[in-house]
């Protein structure tokens, strides 16, 4: 599957990485940066959402989210696990439950502009998943990531993504490929929801956020996985 990457917003927790290890499968152990795990919500305005070899002109736009989990895998190397991953495109919602393993869920997601911020919101029923404001910023700030290009050398690693499925004990696996261009610091005017609700009362901390624009994303499939037990650590 391929798409146009029109825009995309990380905003970056950190995490202690025995927290993060305990709600991971067992195969895979957190990634740590300068004594930190990484645990990010990315939020991806799609256009041209199309499966190959249909190219990217003639596909729909999707708004999609999904936490995303630095992590190494089990050959060492660094990699990415999304639990779920959500859109507002109901189409594809339902084919994606037809046809792939992973779980794509149907969820109101909203950006909206209120100059000089950008509002996020990600709401399932009720719950509010995820909500934040954020606006450029002059400068990069992180306890995690000294500079810019060591963010963006640190995504641009996490090609290889893990996932939970339908099938019990099984992981999906694959693999991301993308341009992404350079990426803009943002400044968190306010943030909430139980995505981070519920990390900051297991000891995380808000890190930093992120923007960047029109890049080209492929993903490609490869399959299911045992996750070694079928169950995460706790």
């Given amino acids: 599957m391929s798409a146009r ?3 995309r917003f990380i905003v970056n927790l950190r995490v202690p990485p025995q927290v993060l290890r305990d709600r991971l499968p067992a195969c895979v152990t957190p990634q740590v940066v300068n004594g930190y795990a990484v645990v990010s919500f990315c939020m991806l305005d799609l256009r041209g959402v199309t499966l190959a070899p249909l190219p990217p002109i003639v596909g729909p736009r999707s708004i999609s989210c999904a936490q995303r989990y630095a992590i190494l ?16 495109f109901a189409v594809g919602a339902r084919l994606s439950a ?7 869920r149907l969820v109101d997601i909203a950006i909206e502009r209120e100059p ?18 954020l606006r450029p910023s002059g400068e990069f700030s992180s306890a995690v990531f000294a500079t810019l290009d060591d963010f963006a050398a640190f995504m641009a690693a996490g090609v290889r993504n893990y996932g939970r499925s339908r099938h019990e004990g099984r992981l999906t696996v ?3 490929h993308k341009d992404d261009g350079s990426y803009e ?6 943030i909430g929801g139980t995505f981070v609700d519920d990390w900051l009362a ?16 492929v993903w490609k499939y490869h399959g299911l996985i045992a996750d070694a037990v079928g169950s995460t650590r706790s």
């Fill in 185 to 190: 610091p943002l400044f968190i005017e306010w």
């Fill in 73 to 88: 895998a089990e050959s060492g190397e660094p990699a990415v696990f999304v639990p779920e991953r959500q859109t507002n």
């Fill in 98 to 104: 037809l046809g792939f393993a992973a779980p794509h």
């Fill in 174 to 176: 694959l693999d991301l």
């Fill in 116 to 133: 000089p911020a950008t509002e996020l919101r990600v709401q399932d029923g009720t719950d509010i998943m995820f909500e934040a404001a």
């Fill in 202 to 217: 297991v000891g995380a901390q808000v890190d930093s956020a992120l923007r960047t624009t029109d890049a080209h994303h």
């Fill in 5 to 7: 990457m029109h825009e």
